[in-house]
């Protein structure tokens, strides 16, 4: 049954974050693309070493993905009354989730080793990772938009 729900919620993030790739490569190419695969493939290699070799450090991350939130929430309200540039707000959401990421993979090490809490430790890295996967080509795809109307 744990397994069942896994993949309910596996299979249509992974099917929304291939649309959002695929996306990105239709306007791009593949220069975003093969970005966004260095940039998550580095990011989650360095969070997880710092959550399996400094757990303790991570304990407070809670609190700062809390206030990283609410900061965010303030940020996104205050550029969208102030500017339309979407791209501050794609920086601030993908710098918020790598901080979910690194708490949840800290927070990951905590629990007893049975099967329900692989399975939930699982679903809330997974859905960190795609939910980056899906922020990072928004970021790159901006400065790619930036640089052409710079060089045009």
């Known amino acids: 049954v744990v397994c069942i729900a896994y993949y309910m919620i596996v299979a249509p993030i ?26 998550v493939t580095c990011v989650t290699a360095a969070v997880t070493l710092f959550a399996t070799l400094r757990p303790e450090q991570c304990d ?3 609190m700062l993905s809390g206030i990283g939130g609410i900061g965010l929430a303030a940020a996104i309200t205050i550029v969208a009354l102030v500017s339309r540039d979407t791209s501050i707000w794609a920086w601030f959401a993908a710098i918020f989730i790598c901080f979910c990421f690194l708490y949840d993979m800290a ?26 996967i899906i922020r990072v080509p928004i970021v790159l795809f ?11």
Request: charged residues 15%; negative net charge; glycine residues 4%.
């Open 14 to 39: 992974g099917i929304i974050a291939a649309s959002v790739i695929d996306l990105f490569s239709v306007k791009s190419g593949a220069e975003v693309v093969l970005q966004t695969v260095i940039i």
């Open 60 to 62: 407070n991350l809670l």
């Open 142 to 152: 901006s400065m790619y938009i930036e640089s052409y109307r710079w060089n045009n």
């Open 107 to 132: 927070h990951s090490q905590v629990f007893s080793k049975t099967v329900k809490h692989a399975v939930d430790c699982a679903v809330d890295i997974y859905l960190d990772v795609a939910f980056f």
